[in-house]
Every structure is written in structure tokens, then in C-alpha cells.
């Protein structure tokens, strides 16, 4: 079962997908796509360890999402936290890597989630709902962020939006349901 996620800064969706994983009763691996570039993500990457699961299998995979979800073991519930990140690094590393390397993970990515056995569950910072920002990465990061949520959408057997804690069902079945 693939899931998605969606909803603005502090909305309650990392609870949401940290709340469904226990749910599920599976063991329980966590990718995570932050990287500390100052010290104000240093102390939100600390915060989310100290609130995540001790118990939990922690994946860190800024750039390789697709391969780190192939290397997990079969029969464990996986939360990737987060989309918005991973896409930020990838365009980042793209000034390294050439501008191939954000397409060439989104595709491998899709192509990992086609036909995929396990239970995933995708967070995404909805950042698509604003005015349309100034400075052409900004554009490109909004515009590639939501045809990423697109592309997982598609695939996702249940997608919901987060807002102020509050879950609403956009595809799929009732969370009170599934859990």
C-alpha cells in the first residue's frame, strides 16, 4: 500500500504518517531526506529524533530515495519524511551532478513504486497553494514539487491532505477504516 501525505509547515502530517505506522503493527523503517545545512534544521532533525519511535530503523537519503526504498526489507511499514526535502536536495545537487540527476531519481522512484508489495507512506510539504513565487529556482521548485505529488498521487492507493491536524481523505479509504 502506498500513501501520500500532503500538507503545509506544521500541519500534523509527520504525526499523521508516525500514527498510521504504529497502526499498521509492521516494524517500522523511517527514510529521511533532511540534511542539517544550519542550525536551525540541526534543532528540527533533533526534534523529530527525539519524538521518533527508539524502536524504529532510521534511513537517511537525501538524494537516493528510490534506492533506499528498494533496500528495505520486505514486510516492514516505510515512511519517507520527506518529498519537499529530498526534491530540494536534488536540485541542490543537480549544480554537481547535471541537471539529469533530478529526473533520473524522480523516474527511478516512480518506476521502484509501480507494482510495489510493501507499505509506504510519502510526506510532502504542500507548497502549491500560494501566490506563484519570485525568482526562477523558487518557480521551478514549485512546479516540481507539485508534478512530484502528481507522480506519487497516481500510484498512491490512499492520498490525504493535513490541515491544522485536521485529515481529509482525497483518494482512497477512511484512515478509522485502515488502521
Given amino acids: 500500500m502506498i500513501e501520500l501525505i500532503l500538507g503545509g509547515a506544521r500541519s500534523g502530517k509527520s504525526h499523521l504518517a508516525e ?5 499498521s503493527g509492521l516494524p517500522v523503517t ?9 542550525e536551525e534544521m ?19 537519503a537525501p538524494v537516493r530515495l528510490a534506492a533506499a526504498l528498494r533496500a528495505c526489507p520486505a ?20 549544480e554537481q551532478e547535471g541537471e539529469a540527476l533530478l529526473r533520473r ?8 513504486l509501480q507494482g510495489y ?22 518557480r521551478r521548485f514549485v512546479d516540481e514539487s507539485g508534478w512530484l505529488h502528481q507522480a506519487i498521487a497516481r500510484l498512491a492507493d490512499r492520498v490525504i491532505l493535513v490541515t491544522a491536524g485536521i485529515s481529509q481523505i482525497l483518494k482512497g479509504d477512511d484512515i478509522d477504516r485502515m488502521a
Fill in 30 to 38: 523511517c527514510i529521511v531526506t533532511a540534511t542539517a545545512g544550519d
Fill in 117 to 138: 508489495q510493501g507499505r509506504a507512506i510519502f510526506v510532502g510539504n504542500e507548497v502549491g497553494q500560494g501566490i506563484v513565487p519570485l525568482g526562477a529556482v523558487n
Fill in 19 to 23: 500514527r498510521l505506522a504504529h497502526e
Fill in 42 to 60: 540541526r534543532l528540527r532533525i533533533e526534534r523529530h529524533q527525539r519524538e521518533r519511535d527508539p524502536s524504529w530503523q532510521v534511513v537517511e
Fill in 105 to 112: 531519481e524522480v523516474e527511478a522512484l516512480t518506476a521502484t
Fill in 75 to 94: 514486510g516492514r511499514c516505510v515512511i519517507v519524511d520527506c518529498l519537499t526535502l529530498w526534491l530540494s536536495n536534488l536540485i541542490l545537487h543537480e
